[in-house]
């Protein structure tokens, strides 16, 4: 079983997901993945969510995100805005035999992506 950044630890899964923020800040693309899923810091460009892990939540892990927009998921979005108080893009699905799209408009988020027999 591979844990990588997201072993046993909280801690250690909240400061990983930071070195994430932060190499995405620099234009640089890193995932924390594991057996059962992957995260990544999404923004202005459009990000593809398909079968191979279907299940997804949008976390805002800093200041607000606006402008989202999640189509081919069973719980769309039109330009909604997600506060670090109020998180409501948990546990979105894919819909069968499509890609969701989730662009953010302004602000950046969490994508945590789930396999479908482990999420």
């Known amino acids: 079983m591979r844990h990588c950044g997201r072993g046993g630890r909280p801690d250690h899964t909240i400061g990983n997901v930071s070195i994430l923020l932060m190499f995405h800040r620099q234009g640089k693309c890193a ?27 949008l976390l805002n892990i800093s200041g607000i995100a606006e402008g989202i927009t999640v189509e081919g998921a069973k719980y769309p979005l039109r330009d909604a ?13 894919a819909l069968p035999g499509r890609q969701a799209k989730a662009p953010v408009g302004k602000g950046e988020l969490l994508l945590v992506r789930g396999r479908r027999d482990n999420f």
């Open 31 to 57: 995932l924390l993945v594991d057996d059962y899923s992957e995260m990544e810091i999404v923004s202005k460009d459009p990000v593809c969510i398909d079968d191979s892990f279907p299940f997804f939540s």
């Open 81 to 93: 805005e997600v506060q670090c108080a109020y998180q409501y893009c948990i546990s979105n699905e």
